[in-house]
């Protein structure tokens, strides 16, 4: 697909915060006959711009009463010690978020647990058994007055 112009930019911004908005409703939407809308659509998810679609979950509905971010420091700067890593926190259903960043830590973490006792526990019983990890700081979510992600 070539470069993503106005209308695809208009398409891809009605559908982060809607996904599930008909296709008659989203070319009226961005100004676009229906059939030329869904050619769009369909041309965005082909070409891997549109990657898939994704249900936003209620926290409280679902027994998520604690989140918090983990920045993550490995002993080792081994691409072993990071596969490793990163094998253990794809295996752990508390880990929402596992990403591989730059600065003084290696990984930056979303965390999502019951609550701070059930983060504890996967504290010490996950990540502090893990013989790469080196230093572990926890950043609790007190509120999220923006949150963008689907």
């Not at 604690?66 to 890593?85: I, M, P």
Request: net charge positive; charged share 20%.
């Amino acid at each position: 697909m070539s470069a993503l112009d106005d209308t695809d930019r208009r398409i891809l911004q009605v559908l982060t915060r809607e996904g599930r908005i008909s296709n008659l409703a989203l070319a009226e939407r961005v100004g676009l006959s229906p059939s030329a809308c869904l050619r769009r659509v369909a041309a965005l998810e082909r070409s891997g711009v549109i990657t898939g679609y994704r249900a936003v979950l209620s926290p409280q509905k679902t027994g998520v009463g604690f989140v918090a971010y983990v920045t993550v420091g490995l002993n080792a700067h081994t691409k072993s010690a990071q596969e490793a890593f990163e094998r253990a926190m794809a295996r752990a259903p508390e880990v929402r978020e596992c990403h591989n960043i730059t600065g003084n830590w290696e990984y930056l973490l979303r965390i999502e647990a019951a609550d701070l006792a059930a983060y504890k526990t996967f504290h010490t019983e996950v990540l502090g058994t893990l013989p790469q990890v080196n230093a572990i700081t926890s950043y609790v979510v007190m509120g999220s007055p923006k949150d963008q992600r689907a």
